[in-house]
């Protein structure tokens, strides 16, 4: 996993120390599903959320991991006394950074899974079965939630309009068809995480969605519920002005902010897809020079390698 901005990258190994001081093994030897949950001022919320984790989802055993996003209320040490290992991180970065902090202490902690569910109760825990299970037995490697397969509770038509078409544009931009390109329950194969680019602070989830079809990834929906909120309120597309909680305004903001990252990420895939290509073609007429005689050389003096997970001790021991 390669770090954009390497401030990020000093923020995440801290945070990852201070986890391994704290929790030791129940870390660095996760069980095979890891439940990754970003939150911010989530203060009576996330106590209820995960006290209501299932123990087991698809007969494996999980472990719950909170990222404590820059908290300035009792987030971290109600996440913690409800018995999930908190990631208590200074500063706010955004939902992106926090999940991708998550991403990475699932995979390095050896769990083979990850599921992710938001920290404001919207989502059933009981569901979690269902969106894993396809994973598990092997007929996908990354499954979201779909509220338009399923049900929703909300009675707000701008945002619902703002599912559809969000979902019909990406649809169109990777080929892959889509219902719902935002819904926080997910279930994925650990080193799906690792592989694809994760740099956006926010709105990640368009990102790490158009990330895994790009890279040739089998995805599938299946129905999901989302709830409405019942403790506190969205954090999503808040009104740069003033910070003010105008619902109409914000989904203003929250459809322009996800339009840029959505866009912004299928055209960096779509370049990386030809680069990608490029190269082969080059690497393929490379070796056809070779075995012809007429290469540079017979024999490739170089190799680079890198494992696809890595370990929470030896990288962190490393890095701080």
Not at 182 to 199: I, N
Not at 267 to 277: L, P
Not at 287 to 296: H, Q, T, V
Request: hydrophobic letters at 40%; one cysteine or more; a neutral charge.
């Amino acid at each position: 996993m390669t770090y954009k901005d390497p401030r990020d990258q000093v923020v995440d190994d801290a945070a990852i120390k201070a986890l391994i001081d704290a929790y030791g093994e129940r870390v660095t030897s996760l069980p095979p599903v890891a439940i990754v949950i970003a939150a911010y001022n989530e203060a009576g919320a996330i106590g209820p959320v995960i006290e209501a984790l299932p123990a087991e989802v698809c007969g494996l055993a999980t472990a719950a991991i909170v990222v404590a996003d820059g908290c300035a209320d009792s987030t971290a040490a109600e996440a913690a006394e409800a018995g999930a290992m908190v990631a208590d991180v200074p500063v706010n970065r955004g939902q992106g950074a926090a999940l991708r902090l998550g991403y990475r202490i699932a995979r390095e902690g050896g769990a083979a899974y990850i599921v992710t569910t938001d920290a404001d109760g919207q989502y059933n825990p009981a569901e979690m079965q269902r969106v894993l299970a396809p994973v598990v037995a092997g007929e996908a490697d990354f499954v979201t939630g779909s509220r338009r397969l399923g049900s929703q509770e909300t009675k707000d038509m701008i945002r619902r309009a703002g599912v559809r078409f969000f979902a019909g544009t990406i649809s169109l931009l990777t080929g892959q068809r889509i219902s719902d390109t935002t819904f926080g329950l997910r279930a994925m194969r650990s080193e799906v995480t690792g592989a694809v680019q994760l740099a956006q602070p926010q709105y990640q989830a368009s990102e790490l969605l158009i990330g895994v079809i790009t890279h040739g990834y089998k995805v599938a929906e299946v129905p999901a519920t989302i709830h409405r909120r019942r403790v506190g309120e969205s954090k999503k597309g808040q009104n740069p002005l003033y910070k003010l909680h105008i619902p109409g305004v914000n989904n203003f903001f929250y459809g322009l902010r996800f339009a840029r990252v959505a866009y912004g990420t299928w055209w960096r895939e779509r370049q990386r897809s030809k680069s990608s290509s490029s190269s082969s073609s080059a690497a393929e007429s490379g070796s056809a020079a070779r075995a012809n005689g007429s290469g540079p050389g017979s024999v490739d003096a170089s190799a680079s390698s890198a494992a696809p997970g890595g370990s929470l001790t030896t990288d962190a021991a490393k890095r701080t």
